[in-house]
Structures are given as structure tokens and as C-alpha cells.
């Protein structure tokens, strides 16, 4: 596990990367909120969270290939723009903004990344979160993506097993074929609920629209970054009582080493 003094750099460099994304989307107007955690921190904490160790944002996805294209371009030149399409080892439906003058490696993970912030995109949706929706396909479509391709040696018997058998079906065949399957057939953009579908947090991340709202500027250590308006109900929605630090053994960060690469 890394020490103190080094998630205090872990966050000085997610703080410089995360000034820079909210540069470029306030040049080019594009709309912006920070999402999990990251709101979280701002609320409870005006910063991160103590022991977290990187920033999740959300965009709504009618900018979000435009804003890939900006940051391939437009970003300083030891940040580098991470997608499913430019990296092998990444099978995620969003997007990250690394450094690489750091790596790091996760506790769950054989591969190594620099220090990073993640962007996903938001999409309209009509808020149904039955067995049957189209908003439930979404989420078991994007699990059997991750228990396909991910390295999951560390995680439940059941997943491993699930995870087996989808390698023996050979489904998916490619990390692309399920996005595709998503994107073609149950993405609707319509409706007046707002769901972010590849976060940590699965169908909880599907709030009403209002109450994303107007995006709002909220302190965040030295800086301010635009948020959730009702950041009230959004968390409850995430952390039931967000008010409630979690017990000492849940305050882990999910990094277990960092250096910085001269």
C-alpha cells in the first residue's frame, strides 16, 4: 500500500489533470459534472476524499466523442487521452486522462497506468431500472464485458466461474462487440432521467435529470469544479447517508504502488 506522502502527490497530479480538463471543456463549452467520489469529496470534504486516489467526471455523451477528439490534440504533452480504442489493456466504456510521468499499479490489477482522471459519458434514459429495461441489459452487458476481459484472480468464486464460461463461449468475441450491442440497440437518449452506465455504482447512477441540473461550481482544494446542483439527493441516491465517514478498515485507496518517472 502506498504511504501517505505519496497519495499527497497522487493527488497533486489528479488536481493538475483535472484543472486541465475543465480548461479545455470551458474554451469549447462543453458541460461537465464531477460524479462518485468525486462529488462526494467536494462535499463533505471540499477536496478529495482522504484516501481516495483519482477524479471521476461525467459528460453527456452528444460532446463526448467531440471532447475525445479536443483532448487528443489539446492536452499538455506528458497527459495522454486513454480509450478502449487506443489501449489494449483498457476495456472501459469511457475515457481517462493520464500522466505519463507516473505509474501506478491497483490492487487488483497486473498492469501498470499513470496517475489519471476518468471522464464517462451521460446519456438520457427513462429512468426504468426493471429486470427487463433496456437500462438493466446495459448493465449486465457491460458486466459480462468486464467478466470477460478483466483479470478477476482476485475477486468471488461466482465471478471467476462466470468469467470462465464466457471465455469458453468466446463471448464476447472482441472488448467492441458488446459496446456496439449497447450503443446500436438499447441506448436511447430520451426520457428525463440521466444514467451514467459504465460507473462503479451500476443503475444507482440513473437520478432524474433536475437532479443533475444546472451544473454548479463547488470548492475543491485550491480550485473550484462544476458539480451536481441537487448534490443532496445524488448522493443519497450513491451513499445513502453520505454525511457518515465509512469504517477505518473501508478507507483504503485502491493503489498499491507509485513512482514518479524522471
Not at 41 to 53: L, N, T
Not at 186 to 197: R, S, W
Request: aromatic content about 14%; charged content about 25%.
Amino acid at each position: 500500500m502506498i504511504t501517505q506522502q505519496e497519495l499527497d502527490k497522487v493527488h497533486t497530479y489528479v488536481l493538475q489533470i483535472a484543472k486541465e480538463f475543465h480548461s479545455i471543456c470551458l474554451a469549447n463549452g462543453i458541460t461537465y459534472y464531477m460524479l462518485g467520489g468525486s462529488m462526494l469529496g467536494a462535499v463533505r470534504h471540499k477536496g478529495f476524499i482522504p484516501w481516495d486516489d483519482d477524479m471521476d467526471f461525467g459528460v453527456f455523451r452528444k460532446d463526448f466523442e467531440k471532447l475525445k477528439t479536443l483532448l487528443q490534440s489539446s492536452i499538455s504533452k506528458d497527459l495522454k487521452l486513454v480509450s478502449k480504442e487506443n489501449t489494449p489493456n483498457f476495456y472501459g466504456g469511457f475515457i481517462k486522462i493520464e500522466n505519463t510521468k507516473t505509474q501506478i499499479q491497483e490492487i487488483n490489477s497486473e498492469f501498470y497506468s499513470g496517475v489519471s482522471i476518468d471522464i464517462f459519458p451521460l446519456d438520457k434514459t427513462d429512468g426504468d431500472t426493471s429486470f427487463f429495461s433496456n437500462n438493466h441489459k446495459i448493465n449486465l452487458l457491460y458486466h459480462i464485458n468486464n467478466y470477460r476481459f478483466y483479470d478477476l484472480k482476485n475477486y468471488s468464486f461466482l465471478k471467476k466461474m462466470i468469467s470462465r464460461c464466457l471465455h469458453i463461449l468466446h463471448f464476447p468475441k472482441d472488448k467492441f462487440q458488446v459496446f456496439n450491442i449497447i450503443e446500436k440497440r438499447y441506448l436511447k437518449n430520451e426520457g428525463d432521467y440521466i444514467a451514467n452506465h459504465y460507473g462503479a455504482w451500476g443503475m444507482k447512477e440513473t437520478v432524474k435529470e433536475k437532479v443533475m441540473g444546472k451544473p454548479t461550481l463547488y470548492d475543491f482544494e485550491d480550485t473550484k469544479f462544476y458539480g451536481v446542483e441537487d448534490y443532496e439527493e445524488y448522493l443519497k441516491a450513491l451513499y445513502s447517508d453520505y454525511t457518515v465517514l465509512p469504517q477505518q478498515d473501508k478507507r483504503v485507496t485502491h493503489i498499491k504502488s507509485f513512482k514518479e518517472i524522471v
